[in-house]
């Protein structure tokens, strides 16, 4: 069974940084694609980030260089680093890993508040 278990959200003042853990268990997780959703309220879930088993990475376009994934493929974790955070930024982020199939995590909540 494919577990994914994110860590890491709260709330965070405009400016800070966070990162962000999600924990997989049940698959190959070597050659699994990560990514990170995320999901404002009343708007659609939207990527954010993905990389891939041989660490290429692709980013949203409202990215722009604050955020960086990662992943150590020894604890079968995939990171999301997450720095200049603004109120935009609030939101549900959830972890997805692509195989054969994906699955999703439950996500945590990322709050960007003064």
């Not at 376009?61 to 200049?84: E, Q």
């Amino acid at each position: 069974q494919v577990r994914l278990v994110e860590s890491g959200g709260g709330l965070v003042q405009p400016g800070g940084s966070l990162r962000l853990s999600c924990a997989a268990s049940g698959l190959f997780f070597r050659l699994a694609t990560m990514s990170w959703y995320r999901q404002a309220p009343g708007k659609q879930r939207e990527l954010v980030a993905s990389i891939t088993g041989s660490t290429s990475t692709n980013y949203g376009d409202f990215v722009k260089g604050r955020f960086t994934a990662s992943r150590d493929n020894a604890k079968s974790t995939v990171y999301l680093h997450m720095n200049s955070l603004n109120p935009e930024d609030t939101a549900v982020y959830y972890c997805n890993a692509n195989t054969t199939m994906a699955y999703w995590g439950e996500g945590t909540l990322v709050t960007v508040s003064s």
